[in-house]
Every structure is written in C-alpha cells, then in structure tokens.
C-alpha cells in the first residue's frame, strides 16, 4: 500500500480533507474512485453513483463499485423525472427510499433495483445557489430505515468537489495511477 492511498478515517471530514490533499497527484479516473469509495465506507453503503446535471438532463459521471452499482449501463435522466422516475420531487436535502425493490433502476427500464439486490438507496442532491449541479445516490442490499443528514452535508460537499475534478482534469476515462 502507498502513502497516498486512502484509509479507514473515524472522521468523515479527517478522510475528505486527506482526498484533497492528494487529489492533485491522481488522475481524475482515481479522484472519482477514492471518492465514491469515501463515500461508501463512510455510510457502510454497497454501491454509490455521482451524476451530474448538463442541460436539462442528469448525467451519470461514476459509480462505484462498478459491476455492483445500480444499473447495468451509465444513463441520462431528465431532471423531470430524477431521481428514478419518481414524478418530480425537489428534494432539498435528501430523499431515503426504504424499500425501493420495486423501483426502476432508470427511466423506462424493466430492471428494479430488487431484481439487482438492492433495498434501499438514498438520492443526495448537490446544490449550487440552490440550483441543482448533480447528486450523490447510496445503495444498500439491506433496509435502511433512518438517515442522519448530519453525514449527508459532508458527502454533498465530496460530492461537489468531485464534480469539481471532472470539470477541471477532464480524462475520467483513463486508467487509474497505480
């Protein structure tokens, strides 16, 4: 293991602040990794995806882990219509689903988060001037009943500074420095 790989923080905020502070030795593919990785130890979820908003569409940008998050195939959804097809919802701060096996894994598909195995997932929207940017989405092959949002506005701020690193180092696509 290197120095710059990512550790079991107890603190949240100690595990983002040692993501920035080696951000700029990775490339973005890494950056997005480490993060939605962060994301996920941090809430003991099994899959994570961030989107992005472009146009009037959000766009998936990464998902972690990738042969486990929700879907099979990055997608864009209107902003009508995120997140998964539920008639318009504005939410603010979060939206916990708590049995969603019934919900569509994305607009128009046969597939439900159930048929993958997940129970319950979290949509995470990240704001800007109180205009959505993107959003965080967290699975869990188990029921999750509750959420404390206190977590919550620290993963929206990981959430916009990955945004961020995709913005500023395009190449999201490359491989991972090892």
């Not at 995120?82 to 701060?93: G, I």
């Not at 959003?135 to 620290?154: E, I, K, T």
């Not at 990981?158 to 991972?176: C, E, K, N, S, V």
């Amino acid at each position: 293991m290197d120095d710059t790989t990512i550790e079991c923080k107890p603190s949240l905020s100690r595990a983002f602040e040692h993501l920035c502070e080696h951000a700029s030795d990775w490339n973005t593919s890494r950056v997005l990794d480490e993060g939605l990785d962060l994301a996920r130890d941090a809430v003991w979820a099994d899959a994570c995806v961030l989107h992005r908003v472009q146009g009037d569409r959000m766009v998936e940008v990464a998902r972690r882990p990738v042969d486990r998050a929700a879907g099979a195939t990055p997608h864009a959804e209107p902003l009508d219509r995120f997140p998964w097809d539920l008639a318009p919802v504005q939410a603010e701060r979060f939206l916990l689903v708590s049995d969603a096996r019934g919900l569509p894994v994305h607009r128009g598909a046969s597939v439900t988060f159930g048929s993958l195995g997940v129970r319950s997932c979290l949509h995470l929207p990240i704001l800007e001037r109180d205009s959505p940017v993107g959003a965080l989405h967290l699975y869990w092959s188990g029921p999750r009943l509750a959420w404390d949002d206190d977590r919550g506005r620290v993963l929206r701020s990981l959430g916009r500074f990955l945004i961020a690193a995709t913005d500023a180092r395009p190449g999201a696509d490359r491989p991972a420095d090892t």
